[in-house]
């Protein structure tokens, strides 16, 4: 015989009739659908290829109408777009002697960025860029 963690009401199966949660782990399942958990983690996604999953994430309809999935997504898409414009505008107007040197430190920084807004939004902080995040922010 089960209980519902949530409810403490009697459960014939595995999820409660009443409330919807889980009664072995008591976790609540009507949210995980675009919000909670699985929305933090479909906005981690949006960043990980770069504009590429961005845009998939968009196209997939169970998240195209959740807000922090759609922040993410643009802002990623605007943050790849600026970095490759930062890196193509360091590769015509650096001297030959500094372009390594400064190709390499922006590379490391751009990663840098990259992997903690990866990490940020898979742990629900919800990270934004100063500048992309406001243009993000209009976006929706």
């Not at 372009?99 to 840098?112: C, E, K, M, P, Y």
Request: a positive charge; proline letters at 4%.
């Amino acid at each position: 015989m089960h209980y519902c963690l949530e409810c403490r009401e009697e459960a014939v199966g595995p999820i409660c009739h009443r409330c919807g949660a889980n009664t072995i782990t008591g976790a609540n399942s009507t949210l995980t659908g675009a919000t909670g958990s699985s929305a933090d983690r479909a906005a981690a996604l949006c960043y990980v290829l770069w504009f590429v999953s961005a845009l998939v994430m968009l196209a997939i309809p169970r998240f195209r109408h959740s807000r922090t999935v759609k922040f993410h997504a643009y802002q990623s898409i605007l943050l790849s777009a600026l970095l490759m414009v930062v890196f193509f505008s360091l590769g015509l107007y650096l001297p030959l002697r500094l372009r390594d040197t400064v190709f390499w430190a922006f590379q490391v920084a751009a990663l840098t960025l990259w992997v903690s807004m990866i990490a940020l939004t898979w742990m629900g902080k919800n990270p934004s860029v100063p500048w992309v995040g406001g243009l993000a922010e209009k976006q929706m």
